[in-house]
């Protein structure tokens, strides 16, 4: 005879045979083992950082950084299609709950990639936001995450970057446009002054002329 006591976090079902005989969060109940398999499903929210790369429309490689947030919202659904089960020591008995961040974070690169493969490069830089509506909301719909029982709280995408070369030669751009930029203000400035100068002689010049018909 063992005794079972679990987290308010946590949902128990326990099976005798094949017959469910409890469910419930946080429960505490003694069983006889020879014939009893515990399921515990964690219910509170999870983060799970996540990196991947994609290719643009116009076939450059970017890395999308964030994070997920997650919790399980219908356990026992959950617990229908992935192995909770637990020995008497609180261990999983299988690697499945493992394997619910990794099925997560496929359906967020999916939703992503429906995205970034219809923008070019530039897009894809400056779309972090449209990017992060577009996955939030195809997750809170996604069948491949309702049917697990999930409930997606939050999607935080915080960059999406190009490759180190990618990031190299677009900086030199960025320089290069700066530096033009500033050469056509340098002569600008220069053409202006010009062109004041020429106006200010050109009075002066007027000026000696209406003195001296004065003078006539």
């Known amino acids: 005879i063992r005794y079972m006591k679990a987290a308010p976090t946590t949902w ?7 017959r469910l005989k409890r469910e419930g969060a946080g429960l505490s109940f003694f069983y006889w083992e020879p014939t009893t398999t ?9 983060d799970v950082p996540f990196a991947f790369t994609e290719v ?4 450059q490689q970017v890395t999308v950084q964030g994070r997920l947030t997650y919790r399980v ?3 026992k659904e959950l617990a229908a299609l992935l192995d909770y089960s637990v020995t008497p020591r609180g261990a999983w008995r299988s690697d499945d709950p493992e394997k619910l961040p990794e099925r997560l974070i496929q359906a967020t690169q999916t939703l992503a990639r429906t995205v970034l493969e219809q923008q070019g490069l530039r897009q894809a830089l400056g779309s972090v936001d449209q990017l992060t509506s577009v996955v939030r909301a195809g997750l809170a719909q996604a069948e491949a995450v309702t049917r697990l029982g ?4 939050d999607v935080a995408i915080a960059s ?7 990031a190299r030669a677009l900086e030199a751009e960025a320089r290069e446009g700066l530096q033009r930029e500033s050469d056509q203000a340098i002569y600008a400035r220069r053409n202006a002054a010009v062109e004041q100068e020429r106006r200010i002689k050109e009075n002066e010049l007027n000026t000696e002329i209406t ?3 004065q003078r006539r």
């Open 73 to 75: 919202a219908r356990p």
């Open 12 to 18: 128990v079902l326990q099976f005798k045979g094949s």
């Open 38 to 46: 515990l399921v515990a499903v964690p219910m509170a929210s999870v």
């Open 160 to 166: 999406v970057r190009p490759t180190p070369e990618m």
């Open 211 to 213: 003195l001296a018909e």
């Open 150 to 153: 999930i409930e997606v709280l």
């Open 56 to 59: 643009t429309a116009d076939f």
